[in-house]
């Protein structure tokens, strides 16, 4: 009991110490000010969402009335069972999903299915499954399963469920809630009572309380905590500790006034949301926050609530959960709602619509707010408050030089010094007119310019003439600078400025060209210039501008400001654009360069766009550190610690592969149809924050080189495939440029078909060959056939020379040398010519007979065979009787043709010459070869050839260069080799399709 009170005043004093009142608006954000998106019908979501769980692939998995559904924060995929399985019933009130991905459904009309790997497994009544509704299924620090029923308490264990009964210290009761706590502790409420089992224990304990519908939750200190109809929201004694009784004093419901909560989710910063069952929406409540006397909450007690009427999806709400990012998921039965906290935090104090343009100013002590109804105070860190009704009118808020806040409104300056306002008449004439600019000069003299009569001046309370602009109509917007010189924007890129030395007109020829001027802003001395179609800055002399050319988002900017870290925001319509100064500072000296930037848009919690045309700066940073941003629909601060980066590399996971228009589910690897050319893979990364900013890169090994950067995009499309084995590869990086290296990957094998594979190859590089041979020789025999031709031609030509010479000359030469020899005879025989005469008749009779010869030779040579032709040029070349000389024939000695005969025979003819010139040979081979080819064979045993001689022939000599001409007129090959034994070697080789006359023996010759 000693050890129950010190715990008890202790957490009350710590209570204490963190207190504010529980009725009070604290200075941390409300519902309101997280960034809300809902999902509907519309957006494929399902209805009656009845529970939530996440997977640890990030996939959030909803229990619905119309079954199972998975969402990865784009896309509501519906479960489909496997062919031949079916879920127990469409209607489910329990998930959890384990560490595994592995999914345990629990139904309302009881019993619960495993799914596992792809397959449905179903345990009921008959398989220790309570009857009745499942309203609960968790998982203990044991891995032990418990689900809770109507009926009763069971858990699954060793692959089989068990029900819990009386033995284990569970009275016959209906069970409404099961909880877990982090130390292991099973927490159970049943229609009357709490109990609790210590981890590792074997029977559970009772509490004593007596409750209504009890629910449970813990806080980050371990505190278990529940809400039940009888006293509301209260933590719980700390029973294991030996506590009794509540730190916090009970207040009694009353039967309007009862808290039921289905549902609870605690956030990073430990406060409690949650669902409210009875009084319909949500809300929010921070334990470290509460009255120094803590009592019970009931639903009078809150404040931070949330319901359709607020944008919830549907009054009818029961689960709540907080993802792994710190997103908040709440489920009704009209759709899905995320609350996300973002660095972009609305003011909801201040009204999201005026029919009077707002402004802003900050001072030291408070940011001033104006919806052109209400004069508004933010003091440091804290919401807008109302500080001064005004008349309804457009308002212009300006920061004085001397720390005071000047506003325009109505017609008429004011100013508010010491939390006092005093006002100031218009100058004389101006009566009911708007006042569209603001300025305080270096002297503290006040320019206004009001909508019709022109810019005046008050200094001291009184108004100077109107001031000549030099013929420019009413500025639409104003400032100073560090000189204390007053600056005014026009439409049409055109500004002025104002010192003691004049005016001075800057517009497009200057540098300037940003089409209407939105703002006009000083910082850190330098001069900026907003407009509609870009920035420019002004560099002393001229300005440089940045149009939205190279930033997309330099458009309509009505508001510039700089960052604690020394960066600038520029507010425009397309949202907020973030830029360091290093990249700044290289766009405007490069004129090439597009900076990056980061852009916050409603995605962000921005209210809208920028508010355009009110004359007034749409950005102002605080003294607290909160940039205030105007837009179009409401005011908002950017907090830079109102949001943790989210530093969880998003879960890749891949869907579905579709080759040729065939869908196949995704596994490891997959093996698609012969012939497949086309693959379409579809893939996405569970990160829920911001899943419309999560980028991907993918890349298929054995097609792409490098990974592609496909942005958000979230299907691969690839033509044109071949057979083979392919990789896909892919990774993602969340909204803050987290990446998931490792990604997710698909092994993918196109078998070959006939027609692509190896043996279809190999059978077409045959018939390749197979015609490339045909076609060789086909132009072979058509080469040869000309060969024949011509020789035939030659063949002719020799017979009929031959015809010639032997029916002309040699009979003509004869007939003379019959006719001289008569002469000769009739001559006396001491004549001293006669001698001489019959001498040469000798000689010509010698000439006869040779050419006799040679006419023999051209007619008979084609009947010669061509072993006899060599032997007979051999023994006419009269080698030494010493000398061997063997002649050999191979093959079946076929005819050759006669004028390859007689070229083969003047080769011969030179071969044997050089062989008895130069070898100095003992023993000649001579070999002849009818083969496929013609060959004939050389080779002695002589001094050898050089090998120079050999391959180029001997300067000034042309044998060796003649038998290689003779070669390959004849499509034929010599080579001439010197013999490593000694001795050379001349090889002739004659295709038989061009060396044969025709087939044949050598008895066929005739």
């Known amino acids: 009991m000693r050890l129950g009170l010190v715990l008890t005043v202790c957490s009350a004093i710590v209570l204490a110490a963190m207190s504010g009142a529980v009725h009070a608006q604290d200075r941390d954000r409300t519902i309101r000010q997280f960034h809300h998106t809902i999902w509907t019908a519309r957006d494929g979501a399902p209805a009656e969402i009845w529970a939530l769980d996440q997977g640890a692939d990030g996939f959030l998995w909803l229990g619905t009335g119309s079954g199972l559904y998975r969402f990865d924060g784009m896309q509501f995929e519906p479960f489909h069972p496997a062919s031949g399985e079916r879920l127990a019933s469409v209607d489910i009130t329990a998930i959890k999903v384990l560490g595994s991905n592995e999914v345990w459904i629990g139904y309302s009309d009881g019993g619960i299915s495993r799914l596992r790997s792809g397959h449905l497994t179903t345990y009921l009544e008959k398989d220790g499954i309570w009857p009745g509704m499942v309203v609960r299924i968790l998982q203990g620090r044991d891995d032990t399963l418990w689900a809770a029923s109507h009926g009763g308490l069971a858990r699954f264990k060793d692959g089989r469920w068990q029900r819990l009964g009386t033995d284990w210290g569970i009275p016959a009761d209906m069970v409404v809630d099961l909880f877990v706590a982090s130390d292991g502790t099973v927490w159970v409420s049943t229609a009357g009572s709490v109990y609790f089992l210590r981890h590792g224990a074997r029977r559970f304990e009772p509490t004593g309380l007596v409750t209504e519908h009890a629910t449970f939750t813990q806080t980050p200190d371990g505190r278990i905590w529940i809400a039940e109809g009888l006293h509301g929201l209260r933590p719980l004694a700390d029973y294991l500790a030996g506590e009794r009784r509540s730190p916090w004093t009970l207040q009694a419901a009353t039967p309007g006034n009862v808290l039921s909560v289905p549902g609870f989710a605690i956030d990073r910063q430990g406060v409690i949301w949650a669902t409210d069952r009875r009084n319909g929406g949500i809300f929010r409540f921070d334990p470290r926050k509460v009255a120094r006397a803590p009592r019970s909450v009931l639903p009078s007690d809150l404040t931070d609530v949330f319901r359709r009427a607020d944008g919830l999806t549907a009054e009818r709400s029961i689960p709540i959960l907080r993802d792994r990012e710190g997103n908040i998921w709440v489920g009704t039965n009209a759709g899905l709602n995320r609350f996300r906290a973002s660095e972009i935090v609305p003011d909801t104090s201040v009204p999201a619509t005026t029919a009077f343009g707002y402004s802003i100013a900050a001072m030291k002590d408070a940011t001033w707010l104006t919806d052109g109804v209400w004069l508004y105070r933010a003091l440091h860190g804290d919401i807008a408050r109302r500080f001064e009704r005004l008349h309804p009118a457009s308002t212009l808020l300006l920061r004085a030089r001397d720390g005071s806040l000047l506003y325009g409104n109505g017609g008429f300056v004011h100013r508010v010094s010491a939390g006092r306002p005093t006002r100031f008449s218009p100058p004389a004439g101006v009566r009911d007119e708007n006042i569209r600019a603001l300025a305080e000069d270096g002297s503290g003299t006040l320019w206004v310019a009001f909508e019709r009569s022109g810019v005046f001046r008050l200094k001291d309370g009184t108004w100077s003439s109107k001031v000549d602009l030099g013929g420019l109509p009413t500025p639409v917007v104003a400032t100073s600078d560090a000189t204390g010189a007053v600056w005014f924007g026009f439409p049409g890129s055109r500004v002025s400025r104002h010192d003691a030395t004049g005016m001075r007109v800057f517009s497009v020829p200057d540098g300037l060209d940003v089409g209407r001027i939105g703002i006009i802003a000083v910082h850190d001395g330098t001069l900026w210039v907003g407009g509609e179609f870009g920035v420019a800055r002004f560099d002393k002399e001229r300005f440089r501008t940045v149009t939205s050319e190279r930033v997309a988002p330099f458009f309509g900017i009505s508001g510039i400001s700089r960052t604690a870290d020394g960066g600038f925001l520029f507010n425009g319509l397309l949202g907020l654009v973030l830029i360091n100064a290093q990249e700044l500072a290289k766009a405007f000296s490069d004129t090439a360069y597009a900076p990056s930037y980061d852009l916050y848009d409603r995605g962000d919690g921005l209210p809208g766009v920028a508010q ?83 980028r991907f890169r993918y890349r298929l090994e054995g097609v792409d080189a490098d990974w592609l950067d496909v942005g958000v995009r979230r299907e691969a499309v690839y033509n044109n495939l071949g057979p083979g084995h392919y990789r896909f590869r892919v990774i993602a990086a969340n909204e803050d440029d987290v990446w998931n290296m490792d990604g997710a990957a698909l092994d993918v094998d196109i078998p070959p078909t006939f027609f692509q594979s190896g043996l279809f190859k190999l059978l077409c590089a045959i018939a390749v060959a197979a015609l490339a041979w045909l076609a060789y020789s086909m132009r072979f025999r058509a080469v040869a056939n000309r060969i024949r031709i011509r020789m035939a031609e030659r063949i002719e030509e020799r017979e009929r020379i031959a015809r010639e010479l032997h029916d002309t000359l040699l009979q003509s030469v004869q007939a003379l040398t019959l006719r001289f020899q008569l002469a000769v005879n009739d001559l006396p025989a001491e004549t001293p010519a006669r001698p001489a005469l019959e001498e040469a008749i000798e000689l010509a009779g010698k000439v006869i007979a040779e050419g006799r010869e040679r006419v023999r030779d051209l007619r008979s040579l084609q009947n010669c065979a061509a072993e006899e032709i060599v032997a007979d040029i051999a023994r006419r070349q009269a080698f030494d009787p010493a000398v061997e000389v063997v002649v050999t024939t191979t093959g079946m000695v076929r005819v050759l043709h006669p004028l390859i005969l007689d070229e083969v025979t003047q080769i011969a003819s030179e071969a044997i010459f050089n062989i008895w010139r130069h070898a100095n040979a003992s023993r000649i081979q001579i070999d002849i070869g009818y083969g496929t080819n013609f060959s004939l064979r050389f080779a002695d045993d002589g001094v050898g050839i050089d090998a120079g001689i050999a391959g180029k022939g001997k300067e000034g000599h042309f044998g060796l260069f003649g038998m290689r001409e003779r070669a390959r007129k004849l499509r034929g090959w010599l080579a001439i080799n010197r013999l490593q034994e000694g001795g050379t070697e001349v090889l002739l080789t004659v295709p038989g399709s061009i060396a044969y006359k025709a087939a044949g023996r050598r008895g066929d010759i005739g």
């Not at 102002?620 to 205030?628: E, F, K, L």
């Not at 890749?652 to 893979?681: H, R």
């Open 612 to 694: 355009q045309g009110w004359h007034t700066p749409t950005l102002v940073s605080g003294a607290d550190g909160r940039t205030w941003i105007i837009s179009n629909t409401g005011v908002a601060f950017l907090d830079p610690g109102g949001r943790e980066r989210n530093r969880l590399p998003p879960p890749v996971a891949l869907l579905s592969a579709t080759p040729g228009g065939v869908t196949y589910p995704t596994t490891d690897s997959l093996e698609l149809p012969s012939g497949t050319t086309s693959l379409t893979v579809t893939y996405t990364a569970a990160s829920l924050s911001k899943p419309e900013a999560t």
